[in-house]
């Protein structure tokens, strides 16, 4: 080829385009930007039970979840946003994607483990769920690609600087009330919580062990109170079923003993604790406080407080309620709740709002702004 003017310039054009993508990718790993990356349960899944063989009951992938702030059902157990989309918004990160989304193919910004329906311990709805165990894996997998693309050091960088943000519990201590399990027969109260906080404290090990150092983790909710559990015992009457309440309130005295273990033996280990079960339940019973005119009943489902989880119609009932405004509502269906709730949940757990209940030294958004 004869070397003229004209295609050196435009050869030059060329390199000077690919140094600028190359720049920008180097500008954007070297930016303050923070990673998030989630695991856990329905709290967090922004639709990773789309893409796995289970059923209705573990999936959200159709009207009216997502009606609101989506337009269409993402997977999402709420009308709207997750606490983790707005944490996401506030560190200034997009919407944080599912790991199983097809076409998903850069980890830079973090990626969601979470399931629908998983819990810490393999056996909690174990084949329709992704479990904890297996999300840590599918992390594990995220770790080798980053090493490929950033080399062994900024990986580490990178994996050092990441937020790793966590729901988990709430269906290893659901399951057994709403199956015919008979495990709270052979196991006492504090011997289960045991068993939850002993293997989410392996996984929180492993994810320690690849890279990971600041962890935020959620209390559980007050469990015997949300809509779908009141209806468990028969006259319930709107009450909580106490027994439930009291073994989530067990398992988040132990885990907070055990997140300051951690803290002391873990070089570098650094933790956020959110008190979800004080503002949720201060929420349920003065909603109007919070700009809410219904704590108790949800705005989608069936039967007594719409607690029967029919809401979609696609669990077995046709049958459900919609209500027509859902930003006054503070349960979205049995279980979930509306992204309104999950909204003033997320802002307390920034800090954006005074008195919110952060156990420990750091919030969320600390861990975030900490190098
Ligand atoms: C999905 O699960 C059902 C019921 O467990 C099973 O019959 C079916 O073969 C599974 N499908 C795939 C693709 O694994
Ligand atoms: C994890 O749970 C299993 C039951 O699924 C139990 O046998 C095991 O002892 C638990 N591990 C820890 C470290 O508590
Ligand atoms: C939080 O409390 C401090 C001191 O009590 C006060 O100065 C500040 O304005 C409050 N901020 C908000 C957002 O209410």
Not at 28 to 45: E, N, P
Not at 89 to 115: H, K
């Amino acid at each position: 080829m004869k070397f003229t003017l004209a295609n050196l310039s435009s050869s030059m054009v060329f390199i000077a385009f690919l140094s600028q993508i190359h720049g920008s990718r180097i500008s954007h790993r070297s930016s303050k930007l923070v990673a998030l990356f989630i695991f856990g349960d329905s709290f967090l899944d922004a639709g990773n039970n789309n893409y796995i063989n289970t059923t209705s009951l573990d999936q959200a992938n159709f009207w009216p979840y997502g009606e609101t702030y989506f337009k269409f059902p993402t997977g999402r157990f709420s009308d709207g946003r997750l606490i983790s989309d707005f944490i996401a918004e506030y560190a200034n990160l997009p919407l944080i994607p599912p790991y199983l989304q097809p076409g998903i193919n850069q980890y830079y910004d973090g990626v969601n483990f979470a399931s629908g329906g998983a819990g810490a311990l393999v056996e909690t709805f174990e084949g329709s769920v992704i479990s904890l165990k297996t999300q840590a894996r599918n992390f594990k997998r995220v770790t080798t690609w980053l090493r490929h693309k950033l080399g062994s050091s900024g990986a580490k960088l990178l994996l050092s600087k990441a937020v790793y943000m966590f729901s988990i519990g709430t269906n290893d201590y659901l399951s057994p009330f709403l199956t015919d399990s008979d495990v709270l027969n052979s196991y006492s109260h504090s011997e289960y919580v045991g068993l939850v906080v002993g293997n989410l404290t392996s996984i929180i090990k492993e994810i320690y062990k690849r890279g990971a150092r600041k962890f935020v983790f959620m209390t559980l909710p007050p469990l015997g109170c949300l809509p779908g559990t009141k209806i468990i015992q028969l006259k319930g009457n709107g009450k909580c079923l106490q027994e439930l309440s009291d073994i989530a309130r067990l398992h988040d005295r132990v885990l907070s003993i055990v997140l300051l273990q951690l803290e002391k033996r873990l070089k570098g280990f650094k933790f956020a604790l959110y008190d979800f079960n004080a503002d949720l339940t201060q929420m349920i019973n003065h909603p109007l406080k919070y700009g809410m005119k219904e704590g108790k009943i949800a705005c989608c489902g069936s039967g007594p407080l719409r607690g029967v989880y029919s809401c979609g119609g696609k669990r077995g009932e046709e049958h459900f309620e919609l209500c027509d405004k859902p930003n006054e509502y503070l349960f979205w269906d049995s279980y979930h709740l509306t992204e309104s709730a999950y909204k003033i949940l997320a802002d307390r757990m920034w800090g954006y709002t005074n008195n919110s209940y952060n156990i420990g030294p750091y919030t969320i958004r600390d861990l975030f702004q900490l190098q």
